[in-house]
């Protein structure tokens, strides 16, 4: 059974910084290029950032330069580190795999003062 779990939301000031994780169980990870979504209220869900099997990452233009994404195939586990934090980055986070129908739960990111 495929489980992908996120953690790491939460609230944050503008300008702040959080780090999303999101642990994969019933796959070979390392096999896997990952995705992190996120969907803001009334909006549709976005890509945000998409890492290959080698970790090379691509990023959406809204948060390049800001937000890293990582994975570690040791621990099954993908990360997504976000800096400079604004409030239009308030949305749900969702972990993804790559051409599959496989989504974590989400995690709540608020950007506010």
């Known amino acids: 059974q495929v489980q992908l779990v996120e953690s790491g939301g939460g609230l944050v000031q503008p300008g702040g910084s959080l780090r999303l994780s999101c642990a994969a169980s019933g796959i070979i990870f390392s096999r896997h290029k990952m995705e992190w979504y996120r969907q803001a209220p009334g909006n549709e869900r976005e890509l945000v950032a998409l890492?290959?099997?080698?970790?090379?990452?691509n990023y959406a233009d809204s948060v390049k330069g800001r937000f890293t994404m990582s994975r570690d195939n040791a621990k099954n586990t993908v990360y997504l580190q976000m800096n400079s934090l604004r409030p239009e980055d308030t949305a749900v986070y969702y972990c993804h795999i790559w051409c599959t129908n496989y989504w974590g739960q989400g995690t709540q990111v608020t950007v506010s003062s």
């Open positions: 890492i290959s099997t080698g970790g090379s990452t």
